[in-house]
């Protein structure tokens, strides 16, 4: 296996930190797995297309912990995973003479990621371009205490607005075209949004706004498929 692909599988759920724990599920020819975030702004599902390299599920508590443990090995690396009863409990990872063992949760103390089973309308559609990725990236590190950002529509222009307050604050905007219906500020996390771009930098994406508070952002790529659900922030 190579370590850069189960690394950025990692990634596009860990979120820098956002997301520890999950449950990883063989599907026949992907390894997929379901996200929440701790503060319940980011659900998501992720997909990597590949040989699972275990039976069943596999519950992993502390992905901060994994990182490092995989920053001892090489590239090309074999994991071995161990069950018992029925139950995978432990992860072995080998490079050359490098072993190390990571220790699987039991999935049951998994918290659950709930499911969206009817999403609204969404009156905005946008790629998510470079440029797209740069301006908001770019846009967050210089405001890198902003919690939120908010998406506008208004004369046919997308406007995104990092630290949006109605009061006078520090933000920086941008547009971006595509908007059709009007649409009044609507706030997410911008802090999430900024990591799901940096995890998946690279593929093909798309974002959808609803007015009534739901923005779905998709990724489509050679090894991963990634979708996220971001739920308004309230002033």
């Not at 296996?1 to 820098?16: C, G, P, T, V």
């Not at 080998?94 to 009817?118: C, H, Q, R, Y």
């Not at 547009?175 to 911008?190: K, L």
């Amino acid at each position: 296996m190579e370590k850069s692909k189960l690394q950025s599988f990692i990634n596009r759920y860990y979120l820098a930190g956002n997301c520890e724990a999950v449950v990883l599920k063989n599907n026949t020819d992907t390894v997929c797995c379901d996200l929440i975030d701790s503060d319940q702004t980011v659900v998501g599902k992720i997909k990597w297309k590949t040989d699972p390299f275990m039976n069943g599920e596999m519950g992993i508590n502390h992905t901060g912990a994994l990182i490092k443990m995989l920053s001892a090995v090489g590239e090309k690396l074999d994991i071995d995973v161990q069950e018992s009863s029925g139950k995978n409990y432990a992860m072995k990872i080998s490079e050359g003479s490098t072993k190390a063992t990571f220790m699987l949760a039991d999935t049951t103390v998994i918290p659950g990621v709930p499911t969206i089973n009817e999403e609204p309308e969404y009156e905005v559609i946008l790629d998510l371009n470079d440029e797209f990725t740069s301006k908001f990236i770019k846009a967050k590190n210089a405001l890198p205490d902003a919690n939120n950002f908010a998406v506008q529509v208004q004369g046919g222009k997308i406007k995104f607005i990092i630290n949006y307050s109605t009061v006078n604050s520090d933000n920086i905007s941008f547009e971006m075209d595509g908007g059709t219906t009007a649409m009044e500020p609507i706030c997410f996390s911008a802090n999430k949004l900024k990591e799901v771009l940096v995890a998946n930098k690279g593929d093909a994406g798309k974002m959808y706004i609803s007015s009534n508070g739901l923005a779905r952002i998709d990724f489509t790529g050679n090894d991963f498929d990634s979708n996220y659900w971001l739920v308004q922030l309230q002033n």
